[in-house]
């Protein structure tokens, strides 16, 4: 059973005179030195309920902004106003400190918290006015109490201050005469911690469009306690704000982790939802009063508003699956282990890349990860820096590292998989979970597919150990299939049933006989078409080679057969052939991406399309970021920057480097015999020619021994799996054939090919296609009389004009100034000009059309 | 002169820098004696 | 820093003196390493815990500065710091450790 994040609820409360009273750093300052000058000024730094609102990262938070217009604005944030700021966002609302203190209220059930008459009466009508508290809590709030009583325990001790304004409006009694753990102080902290995991609970049930009677579990993932003496961290802060909140079916516990506790609460909620035990989780964290201006001596001393005057609070609700929201892939989890270690770069790979590569992945495959997301305009004036910042770059470090992105590509490798930090520095509400509501809604709307959110906590705060924690999981696209029971996927998949066509073949039927018994012995589940006895080998009898086609194509629409191998068959136009060849100098496999048809008529375009179908081929059968190479043929270097222009809108392709010298990802006839690349993306009649000779240099010539044929015929909207043999194709290559074919189908290469061209699609593939068109025909025939400017030496060069304009081209940059020679390098065509003149060159030529 | 060899090594380490541990190994690999090490959070 | 950090710091320069302490530091930009820098040399700006007014001079580094790297395995601190040497701005720390020190420190 899949578990699926069907809602989530993001809450922030504005709490200015908590900042004061009962933040940590104030509390010891008070202690320490009272009249300090820090006191002093504090209070002239505390921000009003507007100006918090309007606030930049808290709109991003209650997601009226999203992360990515965030990054835009300039750092720091503190002293720009967010235009069309909100109280309330579509995941949840800001709560002002006076409805606030009424939502405290009616969250005791001890008789603890006590509010002036006056106050009550004023702020009645506003807390009464928010539709996400309902009637029941309403009713919890009463009427208010004198003022001189409250005043009273207040002075004598008994009680601890509730403030608004600088006012004092009411107190919240110690629940024991001498036991500490339920001083007048812990009480305080406790309930303004449960009514905001009350508000953030509501807000979530809301969002996920459930019922509140339809959630099972509540897990609650604070860093407070609650007990007495005798059970300091008793809890059950989970099962107490669930009752308030109406959850009446619910029961709950606490989990605790510090700041990673959101993370393993989540795949504790996902697991107990996988498991069956429950439909319903929610898990569930409220805010934090000691974090409360817990920097804000550095944000005073800065001159700053003191930004830690947010309470913040968050929810998600788990459930079975419903084949549309966003899974939480329990077979990805990364954790920090007792062994780990504390080294910084350990840490991050028990977290990154060792589930990853459990799975087969590459750090690439992760579109957006979601470190801990501490707000950098409060940590880097505190001296903490900018963490999300800093995990990225450690995540990066890391990929370059094992080689899967180059040190150059380090800035837009974290621009494009990070994110900027927004959340409120409340300890565990940082923990990555802050970006599941925007994850949810990328990943349903399609633009992410695979989101990685990273948990880390301090443990060695709590004095136990010195040990740090930490855990991830990958929330990733439903694919709108039930997911086999737990036990069954542990077991045996259904082979695919792959067709063979046997007639038609230069070495005779017998040939395709022997292949396809060669391929059954291997494990592959062969239906043989065709005029011949086939022995323990399922048969569909015909007479003829357009028979067999029929009948092949019958059996693939009602889906009796998964795939099929057969040859001389026409694919539409549009279509590319993946073909699949045992290199000779090392044995290397290699994918050639090419065609038996028509890819396109262009054919640069045809080249591209091909790549998209090669990289397809090679991820459906397990080649998680295969590298990429383009034979030097004419249009390779035009292809290659328009699939660079695809990798800059986001389409990740991982270059193969040339074994040559001079290296590159234009491929010689070196690379082709080393299979330097895992796909070697080729024209229509040159891929021909190199599977026939790939196939058959060990014979002669007549009888292809080695490989496994033309492969499959990928496009976009294709949808059928048919592979291609030559007619001269022998029995290895044939029986080769019928497994890749069962490969691809235990791949889904149907969904692989789909997801590889929406990527394209969103990386800019038709437009770059049409713009091309465009400006080919933009590119004036340069004939006007230009003289070159003065000779200076020719450093630098830029490759991918095509060799019928490169005269025009130089012509050009003369024309800008620019002095700039030709010539012929051995990938094709080269402008060359000076160092100093290279980026303007480039721009000059793509402005003129004659490179993309 | 050798900075740390045969010192008395005090770590103060970040979680969001390098943790003490960390800092405890090298430190120790450079000879010095660590007699105090923990890791501060400011987050 | 940390009050019961900067009460050990203090117990253990009286215990051993303070030629014989070296305090190692892994903050994460260069002020807060100039700050607990300037809290074991010059005593707490900050004016709140146990070293407020007590300048112990100690020598202070920031781990990842060249002049104590240089004593560490070499193997071990790739391991153990390498890459998080790649993420901080090791610049700016040295910059600002070695003004407190030249400012402050004793040893």
Redesign the interface.
């Known amino acids: 059973m899949k578990s699926v994040i069907k809602g989530t609820g993001y809450i922030l409360v504005h709490a200015p005179d908590m900042v004061l009273h009962s933040g940590s750093t104030q509390r010891m300052e008070r202690t320490i030195n009272g009249e300090s000058e820090y006191l002093q000024k504090l209070p002239h730094h505390l921000r009003t309920f507007d100006e918090a609102v309007a606030y930049y990262p808290n709109q991003v938070y209650i997601g009226n902004k999203t992360p990515e217009e965030l990054s835009k604005v300039e750092q720091p944030w503190h002293d720009k106003l967010c235009p069309d700021a909100k109280r309330f966002g579509k995941f949840g609302q800001i709560l002002p400190q006076e409805e606030f203190l009424l939502l405290m209220r009616a969250c005791d059930v001890f008789d603890l918290v006590h509010l002036r008459r006056e106050f009550v009466a004023r702020t009645k009508a506003a807390f009464a006015a928010n539709a996400l508290l309902g009637e029941s809590i309403l009713a919890r709030v009463g009427e208010g109490e004198d003022m001189d009583e409250i005043a009273r325990r207040v002075d004598e001790g008994r009680s601890e201050g509730l403030y608004h304004g600088g006012e004092l409006v009411g107190c919240v009694d110690r629940a024991h005469e001498i036991d500490d753990t339920l001083s007048a102080h812990v009480m305080h902290e406790n309930i303004v911690y449960k009514a905001s995991c009350v508000l953030a609970l509501l807000s979530a049930v809301k969002n996920a469009g459930i019922a509140r009677e339809d959630v099972d579990y509540v897990i609650d993932c604070s860093e407070e306690a609650c007990g007495d003496m005798n059970q300091r961290g008793g809890g059950n802060f989970a099962k107490s704000a669930a009752e308030i909140a109406g959850l009446a079916n619910a029961t709950g516990s606490d989990c605790r982790g510090f ?1 990673a506790a959101p993370a393993h609460a989540i795949i504790e909620a996902a697991a107990l939802v996988a498991s069956g035990a429950y439909k319903t989780v929610v898990v569930t964290s409220g805010g934090s009063t000691a974090k409360l201006g ?2 804000a001596k550095d944000h005073v001393k800065h001159d700053l508003p003191v930004l830690e005057d947010m309470l913040a609070g968050f929810a998600a609700v788990i459930t079975q699956d419903d084949g549309a929201s966003p899974a939480i892939d329990l077979s990805l989890l990364g954790r920090h282990t007792v062994g780990t ?4 770069q350990a840490v991050i790979s028990s977290l990154v890349t060792d589930p990853l590569d459990r799975a087969g992945l590459k750090i690439r495959d992760i579109d957006k990860f979601s470190p ?1 997301l ?1 707000n950098p305009d409060i ?1 880097k004036p ?4 900018d ?1 999300p910042l ?1 995990n990225y770059k450690m995540i990066a470090a890391l990929a370059a590292r094992r080689g899967e992105i180059e040190k150059a590509d380090l800035p837009a490798f974290i621009e494009r998989h990070g994110l900027v930090g927004w959340a409120p ?1 409340q ?1 565990h509400i ?1 923990s990555g979970v802050p970006y599941l509501g925007f994850a949810c809604e990328r990943i349903r709307e399609g633009t992410l597919r695979r989101v990685m959110v990273i948990g880390k906590g ?1 443990l ?2 709590g004095r136990m150990t ?1 040990l ?1 924690d930490g855990v991830s999981f990958v929330v990733e696209a439903n694919d709108g299939k039930p997911d086999a029971p737990y036990s069954e996927t542990q077991g045996k998949k259904r082979r695919p049933k792959i067709a063979l066509t046997g007639m038609g073949g230069e070495h005779g039927e017998e040939n395709a006989v022997l292949a396809a018994q060669m391929a059954a012995s291997r494990g592959v589940d062969v239906v043989y078409i065709g005029s011949l006895d086939t022995k323990d080998i399922a048969a569909e009898r015909v007479s003829s080679e357009t028979q067999a086609h029929e009948r092949m194509e019958q059996l693939l629409q009602s889906g009796a057969i998964d795939g099929a191998v057969t040859m001389h068959y026409p694919f539409p136009i549009g279509v590319s052939t993946v073909g699949r060849v045992v290199t000779p100098a090392r044995g290397r496999e290699m994918f050639i991406a090419s065609t038996t048809g028509t890819a396109s008529t262009d054919r640069a375009e045809a080249l591209v399309k091909n790549a998209i179908s090669g990289i397809a081929a090679a991820k459906a059968c397990g080649i998680a970021a295969p590298t990429v190479g383009i034979l030097n043929v004419d249009g390779a270097p035009q292809a290659e920057s328009l699939l660079r222009a695809l990798g800059e809108g986001g389409y990740d392709i991982c270059w193969a480097a040339s074994a040559r010298a001079d290296g590159g990802a234009l491929m010689r006839g070196n690379d082709v015999l080393q299979g330097t690349a895992d796909v070697l993306v080729t024209d229509s009649l040159t891929g021909n020619v190199l599977v026939k000779m790939l196939g058959a240099y060990t014979t002669g010539g007549s009888f292809e021994s080695v490989g496994f044929g033309y492969g499959p015929g990928i496009g976009k909207g294709y949808d059928k799996l048919v592979l291609i043999v030559s007619r001269a194709s022998g029995v290895p290559v044939v029986a080769n054939a019928l497994a890749f074919a069962a490969q691809l189908a235990e791949g889904d290469v149907r969904s692989v090919v789909r997801r590889e061209f929406e990527a394209a699609e969103r990386a800019g593939l038709s437009k770059l296609l049409a713009a091309r068109g465009g400006a080919k025909e933009r590119a004036p025939q340069d004939t006007a009389e230009v003289s070159p400017p003065p000779a200076e030496p020719c450093t630098e060069s830029i490759s991918g004009v095509d060799v019928l304009d490169i005269e025009d081209a130089a012509r050009a940059l003369w024309r800008a100034g620019i002095y700039a020679e030709t010539g012929m390098g051995c990938t094709g065509p080269l402008v060359m000009m000076s160092d100093k003149n290279r980026m303007r060159a480039e721009e000059i030529l793509k402005e003129a059309g004659y490179i993309e | 002169m ?4 045969g ?17 405890e ?3 120790k ?4 004696e660590v ?9 | ?2 009050l ?2 900067q009460r ?2 203090k117990d ?1 320069a009286e215990q ?1 003196g303070g030629e ?10 260069g002020e ?1 390493a100039g700050l ?1 820098a300037e809290t ?1 040399t010059n005593g707490d700006p900050t004016y709140a815990g146990p070293l407020t007014g007590v300048p112990l001079g ?2 202070v ?1 920031h ?2 500065e060249s ?2 790297r240089a ?3 070499r193997s ?2 790739d ?3 390498g890459m ?1 040497e790649m993420v ?1 701005d090791v610049e700016d720390i040295e910059k600002e450790m070695t003004s407190i020190r030249e400012q402050y420190c004793k040893y």
């Open positions: 700041c817990m920097n270690g504390s080294a910084p801990e501490q940590t505190a001296g903490a820096g963490v800093s520095t300890g940082p301090s060695f705060l010195n740090f | 050798s900075i740390l060899k010192k008395k090594a005090v770590i103060i380490g970040d979680r969001d820098g390098v943790p003490g541990p960390a800092i190994a090298c430190a690999s450079a000879g010095a007699v105090f090490s923990s890791t501060e959070c400011f987050v | 820093m940390d019961e950090n050990r710091v253990f051993y014989n302490v070296v305090v190692l530091l892994g903050a994460a930009e807060a607990a074991v100690l020598k580094y781990v990842c002049g104590v004593e560490f395995d071990i601190y391991e153990q710091v998080m901080l």
